[in-house]
């Protein structure tokens, strides 16, 4: 069972609210701050609506097969990152298609409507 609405509806609704209702009477340093919170609400938002997704790009990517003992993703990540400067994954095609997908999750979360 899933609560209703959820957290990313009320979140929009309250980006929303802030955008149409608050900000337009505001003038100077307040206006300024009520859309950085807006923006702020929107990026959220968007990361809530964008978690299974971004999840599955990522464990694409960094599969657990690849973690050692005790290692974080970070860890786990820098050494792909090594890895692939090394050219140790140029014919990678899964590799490629799945840091591609995290890359459009990102870009929806951050950049939305310009992906």
């Not at 609405?5 to 929009?12: F, R, Y």
């Not at 290692?71 to 400067?85: C, M």
């Amino acid at each position: 069972m899933h609560d209703r609405p959820s957290g990313a509806a009320l979140l929009e609704i309250a980006r929303s609210s802030l955008l149409e209702e608050v900000a337009p009477a505001l003038k100077g340093r307040p206006r300024f701050v009520a859309l950085m919170v807006a923006n702020a609400i929107g990026l959220v938002e968007r990361e809530i609506r964008e978690a299974a997704r971004s999840e599955r790009a990522w464990d694409a990517v960094l599969p657990e097969a690849t973690h050692r003992d005790g290692e974080t993703s970070d860890v786990v990540l820098a050494r792909l990152v090594q890895s692939i400067r090394a050219g140790r994954h140029d014919a990678d095609a899964a590799l490629h298609a799945g840091l591609v997908e995290t890359a459009e999750v990102a870009a929806n979360i951050w950049k939305p409507g310009k992906s």
